[in-house]
């Protein structure tokens, strides 16, 4: 009797455990910082992929700062006060607009204070935007496809023979 | 399998993931937003850097700075390097300035007194209201014909804010417009035209000098110039191959500059003067002054002999032999006068000395010596000012004479001492407004206070002064916009011009600062002949004045050589020490007070960089502290870090003792810049004051204070705070961390690898 109450306790244990590690998962998964929800539901799909827009009409700065630079509502508006101006999503947009307050976007690549990342200098190397951010072209919502840790960084800079490309304070200085 | 054990499995399961859904949740980081610019600022470019130059307001000096912003935000100060008086240095006070921009303690919008003066009560009021109060004020003073009765007390405004100001107080028809600071250099000003003539403070050539002989100027940490002449003391010493300047400091106090010296001369307080005229004895004695007045000078200086001035100085008779024939052999050679010596109750008479050095030597107008500036080339005024102090105006406070008082960036009540009675006398005028960033002691005095921007929000312009031997002008411009509701002085001036109206407003139409700038800036392009051959246009003009940061000279005019006579000075040399009050037997120390070489007369008190850097000679922070000579403490049982009580026939405030062998025994010295009563968190309540428990004594000349001017007496008192250093001990304890080698066995050594 004693036995199988511990054998009983033993499995309601493992179930425990287990599907503590199912419900990480799902959170993991789902609402993923990976992929988070954005304020407007901006599709990269549509813009870069099917209109085939180029990455530097948006993200302007990629060529002259360390940040590529998220668009101001202005340039959004640019084109969207003429262009679909009746979908839901553009009308989100330009109450954003007209009420005078920028979209606080979430950041989807998200690197810490001590990491110096600068897309002057990968762009201006002639690296590809894809390289990093993966097939952005095809995403809907934006996912983040690289890990953005430090042994990723390294790889590529070791396997390009990038100069000084492991030294510390090369990202961090 | 039992329904019930069914049932607690299915409920581990939920828990389970229940669980670990909200750990994965509780373990990833915040998201953070990405904000974009709703419309993008055509200047800006997130993550680089926007440099604008402009003006270093923290002290007198007129450097030039270059300031860092990104994003909008001011992040760092640099010198700018094409400025002829910071050469690309800037120090940690203009380091610091930053933090008066984000300091919290900063007036967020403009004040109206509510309860009694000087309680602290004020409330908010816009600026419209603020204006129209202040302007209806003065209306009224106009119409019962009062106009004389408004004072209006700066600091030192030098360029187009101090036109604007003349203009402004001229057109309203009263002619008190004071510039008062405590570091300043009217005593200077008065003994350099008293004896040389000239009317503006010379440039003092100290990299190109051989042989530097400083009454007490600590020029490497606050006198007159002090990023210009280090590094001008770093050329001197390793700018030219094989020569090695030498710098000899007289002082009672070691002071940072005296610390760097070749030899210390620590002379009596208040005998320097004695000293340098003793040293001008022997160089018309043995003959090698070569003017035709020779004989004139003998007479005048007759009674300095080194045997007397030994007896009275406390120095050698023989190193003041040594001293002279030095300083008249090597060449080129500069005596400078500094500070300590200045602020003498004769403080004139030893400047006047310091001069007489200089033009028995042959250095003036020299290279490597005493080069006279011109006068200031947009408005070509000099800058010696009129015989108003700080003192006349407490009279005329205390004497119901003043119904108005302005007060700009200036704190009167913490740089006088209590004796002078500021703050009885501030209370006797109806009303006072005071145009401030922070609420200083003064501040705290006022009926309305107008906030206005600081150095790196403003517009402005400034004429160095000392200028390098030929003119430096440097343009201040807005390197972030206004953080908060302030408004910059100019402007403020200006709207109140449109208040007050009448011909006030017809002097001074303009609209903004900004306007008034580049008039003024436009009419001097117009005038000065050089700045016109400079630029094409105006405009072409102005926006290269904007990028350099200024305008000066492409080369350097050589200065012109002005001669000290015997006559001049006669009636400004003393006979004998300075005075200070208390009588030895019962006050047996000389007290020597020094502008604190990050807090200058208190200002960078508020700031706390300044605060939690260690002081280079005794690296204490966060606090005051009197220097003791080991000898004496030892005397009075005064241990390292004991409280102790200075007591002045006039007060007595509460120091730590720090122990400094670099001191007179028969001397304690004690930093200025410590002890508010208010002025911000970092300020407040913070060490003490020492001009509190000075006399009231005055330069008979200038009006100006004496700081060295009082004896006093030490005594152990109980306190529970602790002097906070970083410094464990000066002595090396064998430890061999400085190696030594004396002379003989120095050349014994080179002889051998010969």
Redesign the interface.
Known sequence: MILKSFA?YI???I??????????????YY?T?RT?VQPIEFSHQIHAGTNEIPCKYCHI?TE????A???????CMGCHSIIKTESPLIEKLTSY?ET????????VH?LPDYVYF?HKRHIRAGLDCKLCHGDIASMDRVTRVSSLQMGWCLNCHTQRGVKNGRDCWTCHQ | MKRR?FL??IG??????????????AN??P??????????PEDI????ASWYSSLCTQCNAGCGIIVKTMEGRAKKIEGNPLHPVSKGKVCSRGQASLQALYNPDRIKSPLKRTGDRGKGSYEEISWDEAISILSRNLIALGEKDENDRLHFLTSLTRGSLNRLINDFMTSYGSPNHLQYELIQNKNLLFANNASMGIQTIPHYDIANTKYLLSFGADFASTWLSPVNYSSAYGQMRQGEDGIRGRLIQVEPRLSLTGANADEWVPAKPGTESILALAIAHLIVKEGHYKGADGAAWKALLSEYSPKRAASITDIAEERIHHLAKDFVKTRPSLAIGGESLARYENGVSGLVAVNILNHLAGNIGKKGGVIPNTAEPLTGKSTLESKNSIASLAQAASDSKIKTLLVYNTNPVFTTPNAMKMKESLQKIPFIASFSSFMDETTAMADLILPVHTSLEDWGDDFAEPAVGYPVATIMQPAVSPTLNTMGIGDIILSLAKGVGGKVKDKLPWNGFSDYLKDAWKDSYSKNKAMSASALTFDGFWNELLARGGWWPSERANGKAVAVSPNAVESHISKTPSHFEGNESEYPLYLTTYPHSHYLDGRGANLPWLQEMPDPMTSVVWGSWIEVNPKTAAKMGIKEGDTVTVESPYGKIKAHAYLAPGIRPDTVSMPIGQGHASYGRYAKDRGSNPIEILPFKKDANTLELALNSTRVRLSRTASSDKMVKIEGSTRELGRNIVQTISPDKFNKMNKETA
């Open positions: 009983l499995i309601i244990g179930t425990g455990i287990i599907t503590f590690i199912i419900g990480y998962s799902i959170n993991d609402s910082d988070p700065y002259r700062s360390r940040h630079g998220v668009p101001s509502v202005q340039r607009w005078k307050e920028p979209i606080p976007w979430v950041k998200n600068p | 054990n607690k499995i581990a399961g939920g828990v389970g993931s229940g669980l670990g859904y909200l750990f994965g949740k990833k980081p998201t953070s937003e990405l904000i974009p610019y709703l419309i993008p470019v997130p993550g680089v």
